[in-house]
Structures are given as structure tokens and as C-alpha cells.
């Protein structure tokens, strides 16, 4: 059926130097249209930046093993690594003396950083979190505390305050620095500066923070960091932990084996000093690479004029949402908090994944649904009771697939047009009048919502597909 509306042409931000692989790919409709693909997504995960992918393919015929090799093209590869390294340490200001560690992502940071606390360690945290900054302090020596969520910038520098003051021998504060659900900026440099006046150092989950915002590890003297080359648009499979290198140098290597060791007997290991003791086995050069291209770009761009662009599209779409009937807007703290290009929200009347499932299916939107890694904060944005998350609980224990509370978030990246913005609007505003022109229904291998029947043909790819059927 043909939409009553019509869209603008997507007339891009100021962003020529930072072109993404993918923005003309044009996608199926279920009406058996086809229209361009419109990236709501880029929280999850971006598109790679052309550069990098240019960069890379001029690198990839030297690529070879790293350290230790007497070859042109193993030598290479390692000044090319190590070179990754420090300019992931110039781009979030990293000290000198830090390490800077190549992980698999942020999630993969915050663990390596948990199995390196000191013995007993006491950590601290919000319930508000993302997973990856909530639940790797569960299984280490120590113990771990859950403070309660903050309603205000403010209040979260009180709550800490007050706790560490009671707690004297807390050894680590756990924050992020923007929040995957709603977008919220956490006031970094205030609870970095609470936390080491009690003794304790603080990491910062930087995961939506550093494509987005400038961050100067040294300046707001942050202890440790972490950050995800995926949503750095360099989706090759690395990430980085940056920070003192004490706890990192005492702790036991995060992976046994190659490369992390200086000599091995059958009875004693001599384990490596700075970051390879953490890198054993052979590194992802590649992905490392990568992140840096993609770090080195934003940085030649400038994160500051970067930050104040979709700042300035963030906001106008939380204002253009608000007008549709229906829809509502979840925020944790007051209105006017600084927040990055992240917004979450229900419209009433439809279940998340269907309203994702019909922005897909019927426009051609990427969003994100489901309560985004970050379940305690979901629940108390939807006002989900004690009762009912029993009973979930219950429910899944037993082995059963309920429904599970959740949301719809649309999140803006370099990519991202005013355009873009609007015929997401006329598209929520479309569904709320009219309801779907399509039927759906339940995929009963993953419990989400799917067109039924889905005509939508699939490209021919050269790798291998697997579809749930």
C-alpha cells in the first residue's frame, strides 16, 4: 500500500570526511517496494567508515604475525599494532604511563579489568548500568555494591558521596559515561573527583560516550576506561581497556599462553610486564588497526564540533517524537540533562519487537528493541512492579518464553540526517492513525515479532546465511 506521506530528501550534516560503507543500500519492503535503508541503530553497532575500509585494504597485503617476527611484513605489522596503540591513547588522552590493551570490546575490558582488581577489592556501582558495567565485579575475590538509580546528575554525586564516606575501603567506582538507554551524560569529572578523595579509583564504561563526545582520560584524571571498536565505526572485533598500569602488572595474566610471558619452565612462569601480559595468543592487528583509523578520523574531524551535531539532531528528535499521539519518552533524569543522540520510547497500543518488527518490515527503519543490556534500569523506566518481575523470572527459570517488558530506541551516529529523523516521525505517526498495513506474528524460535508472511527477498552474499525459520 502506498504511505499518505512523503519524505524529504536526506540532505546530510556537515560530514563529508567521515563517509560510512552501506548509506545508499536500498532494502525490501514487504509491499514489495524498495526504498533506502534508514540507520536508526547506531548505539548497537555503526557502519565502518570508508577510510578505514581504504586504509585497511592498503594494509591488509602487509598484514602478518606481530612481535618476534624477522620478516618485512611481521615487522610492519607490528609497528602498525603498536602504532594502533598509541593512537588509541592520544584519542582519549591517555597518560603516558598507562596501558592501553587491545580487547575484544568494552564488555571483554571490563571483565579483564574485574580479574585484575587487588585482593578483596570492594566495587561499587549503579543499578542503572549496562550489563558490562553491572555484573563482571559479581565473580571476582572481592564484593561488589549496587547503589540506587539516581533521578538527577546531582543526586548521583550525592548517592556516591554519601556511600564512599561510609565505606572507606571501597576500592573501584563502576559508571558509565553515557547511557545506552537514555542517552543521559554522567558527570564524569565530579564523580571522579568524589571518588579519589575517598580513596578509591573510578572506570569509566565509555562505550556510547566516545563516538560521540570528546573525552580527555588525563584532564578529569579517570583511572581506567573502556570503549568498543564496533560502535566506533570499526566493526572488526576490537576494543580497548586504558588505565593504570599497577592493578594490570600485579594481576595474573587474562588469558594463558603465547605471548604473554617472558620465559616458561614446566614449574615456573616469568609473566610479561604491560600490556601483552593480557594479550596472549595472537592479537586482532586488524581490528586494532582499525579502531585506530576510525579514532584517528573522528579526531582529524573534531569531537567537539561532532558532539555539538547531533547533540543538536538528538534534541530535535526527542521534540519532533513528543508530538506524535501516543508515544511515550523514557528519561531517567530531568529534561534538560545533557544527553548524546540516544532515544528510547513505547507508543501505546503495541508491544516493542512489533513496533520494531513494522518500522522494518513496512519503512525500511533499523531501530533497536528490548530492554538493551541494561534490565534493572528498563524496569523501573517502565514502572515494571517487584510482582511482575517475579513472575517473569518464574517464568523463565521454568523454561517457558513470556512476553518480556521492553522498548523501542532509535539512536543517531555520523550518518544520521534531519531526514532521516522526520520520516522516522511521519512513519511513528503513520502507525499511531492508521495501525499496520501488514499482519505479523510470533517467531516461535526467537519469541519476537515477525511479518507474516515475510515476501522480503535477501541479497546473494558470498557468506554463509543461516535464517530461523
Known sequence: MTKSFVTTKATPLDTSSLELIGTSIE??????????????????????????????????????????????????????????????????????????????NTTDSMNLLASCLPSSAHVVAFTSEHHATLLPWQHTSGDVEYLEMPTSASQAIERLTSYLEAHPLTTLVAVTGASNVTGEVWPIAELTSVAHANGARIVIDAAQMAPHLP?????????????????????????????????????????????????VTPTEVLWSKGPTRHEAGSPNVIGAVAMAIACETLENYGMDRLAEEEIDLASYARTELGTIPGIELYRLWEPEAPRIGVVTFNLNGYDHSHLAAILSAEYGIGVRHGCFCAHPLILELLNVSDEQAVSLRAELKAGRRPRLPGAVRMSVGVGTTRADVDYLVASLRHIAAEGPD?????????????????PRPWPDLPVPLERSE
Open 215 to 263: 573525552i580527555d582520560m588525563a584532564a578529569l584524571d579517570i583511572d581506567y576506561l573502556a570503549a568498543s571498536g564496533h560502535k566506533l565505526y570499526a566493526p572488526y572485533g576490537a576494543g580497548v581497556l586504558i588505565g593504570r598500569a599497577d592493578w594490570l602488572d600485579r594481576a595474573d595474566a587474562y588469558l594463558r599462553g603465547g605471548g604473554a610471558v617472558d620465559f
Open 27 to 104: 532494502v525490501p519492503l514487504v509491499s514489495g517496494t524498495w526504498r533506502r535503508y534508514v540507520n536508526l541503530d547506531y548505539a548497537a553497532s555503526t557502519p565502518a567508515l570508508v577510510a578505514v575500509k581504504e586504509r585497511l585494504d592498503a594494509f591488509g597485503p602487509y598484514y602478518s604475525s606481530v612481535h618476534r617476527g624477522a620478516g618485512l611484513k611481521s615487522q610492519i605489522s607490528t609497528a602498525a599494532y603498536e602504532g594502533a596503540r598509541e593512537t588509541l591513547r592520544r584519542f582519549f588522552h591517555g597518560r603516558p604511563s598507562d596501558s592501553v590493551i587491545v580487547t575484544r
Open 438 to 454: 501488514w499482519t505479523y506474528g510470533i517467531d516461535q524460535a526467537t519469541g519476537e515479532f515477525k511479518p507474516d508472511p515475510d
